[in-house]
């Protein structure tokens, strides 16, 4: 079949009765969860990649999914009945070549999702540039809560499922959908297969500057989701968020806004602390909810809440119902998770890589702490965090720290940025100081690790943030914290 095949085409070729499916690049977050769900229903999964890291590295260990290391033809040798091909898997991959030479019937991994499990449920789907994963867990959990046993996928780990996705009997299935490319043979985002009933959209902004030219590109792939629902379908959108709305106003979806600051459904008397928030909710400025309980501090996951609530009223659930669900959500690892304390010392572990995203976590932080000083390790990382095109936006996200250290721009081997297009540490961290966090741009991982323990001090809140691994920095000193009172 040949790469350049439609979605249609490639899903008419997938074989009544499959067996044994194979995933090129099953290391992926969303692979590893495709690899899950694939094997509780019953078929035989092997997949290939390389390095493998955690959470999906346990995550497959525990599953009966059959992973070869290394990316080579003869992987393909025990003729799998269908393939699936992640997004990171490039053309040239000498397994994907192989692949192309035979006639096995291979799909994308939202096409094998639309295909084996969404098509007859139905989609509750979280789109946009911020709180994806918190907001999808948080519908899985209130549904869950209510009885109506979902089904979820979500690109991180439910704290209250122990896992990246779930398996419900249940007729809604909760996913997160992703703007990003669906593989090497369709350019286009992931959510626009998936076909939701219901989708929210948090934020637009540019993001995956590797594949998105500009604001305009981005907000041209949440256009076309918009213009795929019809007036059968719900749209929920973020009216804090003025290019969400302006990339949804043409959509023949029944359109439903949401906001801390403007929309038909609004939080109001929104309280933090140590415990989390609490917050009432008001629809066209009549009061449906009062002292909502969220375990999860900070305004941005306030306005997750928010967003998950107006569609699930949409969706036909009841205000107290939500209330219910949110009061029991236990919230996703690496998302302002706190991951031990020693000497005084509070270690907080964070995903946050987008100059927006860095704020409100910081700012989440500093209400939910009060006046302990924050201490803020940062590795650029992500596809946008590497480039420049940020620069002037990470100097003012990192405010609400006292310190602040720089790591060096991850290297990427199939991604090796010019340095004419490289994020600058040297000049971000003299930026980020004139605003007032002294910031320090280190030369390594190790070097950050030995500032950190050199300035940290009894009652400060080390937060690590990054979209990786991170060389285990966030334990590494804890570890040494715990050896200092022992």
Same mark, same amino acid.
């Given at each position: 079949?040949?790469?350049?095949?439609?979605?249609?085409?490639?899903?008419?070729?997938?074989?009544?009765?499959?067996?044994?499916?194979?995933?090129?690049?099953?290391?992926?977050?969303?692979?590893?969860?495709?690899?899950?769900?694939?094997?509780?229903?019953?078929?035989?999964?092997?997949?290939?990649?390389?390095?493998?890291?955690?959470?999906?590295?346990?995550?497959?260990?525990?599953?009966?999914?059959?992973?070869?290391?290394?990316?080579?033809?003869?992987?393909?040798?025990?003729?799998?009945?269908?393939?699936?091909?992640?997004?990171?898997?490039?053309?040239?991959?000498?397994?994907?070549?192989?692949?192309?030479?035979?006639?096995?019937?291979?799909?994308?991994?939202?096409?094998?999702?639309?295909?084996?499990?969404?098509?007859?449920? !139905? +989609? @509750?789907? $979280?789109?946009?540039?911020?709180?994806?994963?918190?907001?999808?867990?948080?519908?899985? *959990?209130?549904?869950? =809560?209510?009885?109506?046993?979902?089904?979820?996928?979500?690109?991180?780990?439910?704290?209250?499922?122990?896992?990246?996705?779930?398996?419900?009997?249940?007729?809604?299935?909760?996913?997160?959908?992703?703007e990003y490319d669906t593989a090497f043979f369709d350019?286009?985002?992931?959510?626009?297969?998936?076909?939701?009933?219901?989708?929210?959209?948090?934020?637009?902004?540019?993001?995956?500057?590797?594949?998105?030219?500009?604001?305009?590109?981005?907000?041209?792939?949440?256009?076309?989701?918009?213009?795929?629902?019809?007036?059968? !379908? +719900? @749209?929920? $959108?973020?009216?804090?968020?003025?290019?969400?709305?302006?990339?949804?106003?043409?959509? *023949?979806?029944?359109? =439903?806004?949401?906001g801390l600051s403007s929309g038909e459904y609004r939080?109001?008397?929104?309280?933090?602390?140590?415990?989390?928030?609490?917050?009432?909710?008001?629809?066209?400025?009549?009061?449906?909810?009062?002292?909502?309980?969220?375990?999860?501090?900070?305004?941005?996951?306030?306005?997750?809440?928010?967003?998950?609530?107006?569609?699930?009223?949409?969706?036909?659930?009841?205000?107290?119902?939500?209330?219910?669900?949110?009061?029991?959500?236990?919230?996703?690892?690496?998302?302002?998770?706190?991951?031990?304390?020693?000497?005084?010392?509070?270690?907080?572990?964070?995903?946050?890589?987008?100059?927006?995203?860095?704020?409100?976590?910081?700012d989440a932080i500093a209400d939910r702490f009060g006046?302990?000083?924050?201490?803020?390790?940062?590795?650029?990382?992500?596809?946008?965090?590497?480039?420049?095109?940020?620069?002037?936006?990470?100097?003012?996200?990192?405010?609400?720290?006292?310190?602040?250290?720089?790591?060096?721009?991850?290297?990427?081997?199939?991604?090796?940025?010019?340095?004419?297009?490289?994020?600058?540490?040297?000049?971000?961290?003299?930026?980020?100081?004139?605003?007032?966090?002294?910031?320090?741009?280190?030369?390594?991982?190790?070097?950050?690790?030995?500032?950190?323990?050199?300035?940290?001090?009894?009652?400060?809140?080390?937060?690590?943030?990054?979209?990786?691994?991170?060389?285990?920095?966030?334990?590494?000193?804890?570890?040494?914290?715990?050896?200092?009172?022992?």
């Amino acid at each position: 079949m040949p790469a350049s095949s439609s979605s249609a085409e490639r899903l008419a070729r997938v074989p009544a009765t499959v067996k044994h499916v194979h995933l090129i690049g099953v290391g992926g977050t969303a692979m590893a969860a495709l690899a899950g769900m694939l094997t509780e229903s019953g078929f035989r999964v092997t997949g290939s990649d390389n390095q493998l890291y955690e959470p999906t590295a346990s995550l497959l260990k525990s599953s009966r999914v059959e992973v070869i290391t290394g990316f080579r033809p003869a992987n393909l040798d025990t003729n799998p009945d269908l393939v699936v091909v992640g997004n990171v898997i490039p053309r040239s991959n000498e397994e994907a070549v192989a692949l192309l030479a035979t006639a096995i019937p291979y799909l994308s991994m939202p096409e094998a999702l639309w295909h084996f499990f969404l098509r007859h449920k !139905r +989609v @509750l789907m $979280v789109a946009g540039t911020h709180g994806k994963t918190t907001t999808t867990s948080m519908i899985a *959990r209130i549904l869950e =809560i209510a009885g109506r046993d979902p089904s979820m996928m979500v690109g991180g780990l439910a704290k209250d499922f122990g896992s990246n996705y779930r398996m419900g009997a249940g007729g809604d299935f909760v996913i997160e959908g992703d703007e990003y490319d669906t593989a090497f043979f369709d350019k286009g985002p992931k959510f626009l297969h998936y076909h939701p009933f219901g989708a929210i959209v948090t934020a637009v902004e540019f993001d995956h500057a590797d594949i998105y030219r500009d604001l305009d590109h981005v907000k041209s792939s949440f256009r076309a989701l918009a213009d795929q629902m019809d007036s059968s !379908r +719900v @749209l929920v $959108v973020c009216a804090d968020s003025p290019h969400a709305l302006d990339s949804t106003k043409d959509t *023949r979806a029944k359109r =439903i806004t949401y906001g801390l600051s403007s929309g038909e459904y609004r939080a109001t008397n929104i309280r933090s602390g140590e415990g989390g928030a609490h917050f009432d909710i008001e629809r066209e400025s009549q009061r449906i909810a009062r002292n909502v309980p969220l375990p999860i501090g900070g305004k941005m996951n306030v306005a997750n809440a928010l967003g998950a609530f107006a569609l699930l009223m949409a969706s036909g659930l009841e205000p107290v119902e939500i209330a219910k669900g949110l009061a029991a959500f236990g919230g996703v690892v690496r998302r302002q998770e706190v991951i031990g304390e020693a000497a005084g010392i509070t270690v907080i572990d964070d995903f946050a890589h987008h100059p927006t995203a860095i704020g409100a976590t910081l700012d989440a932080i500093a209400d939910r702490f009060g006046t302990r000083r924050i201490i803020a390790a940062f590795e650029p990382r992500s596809n946008s965090a590497r480039r420049n095109v940020f620069q002037s936006g990470f100097a003012g996200a990192f405010d609400r720290a006292a310190r602040v250290y720089l790591g060096p721009v991850y290297f990427k081997e199939n991604d090796p940025i010019p340095l004419s297009d490289r994020l600058d540490t040297k000049v971000l961290a003299s930026e980020i100081t004139k605003r007032g966090p002294i910031t320090e741009a280190c030369t390594s991982n190790e070097e950050i690790l030995e500032h950190l323990l050199r300035d940290a001090k009894k009652g400060d809140i080390a937060i690590f943030m990054s979209n990786g691994p991170f060389d285990r920095l966030k334990d590494r000193f804890l570890e040494v914290l715990k050896l200092r009172i022992n």
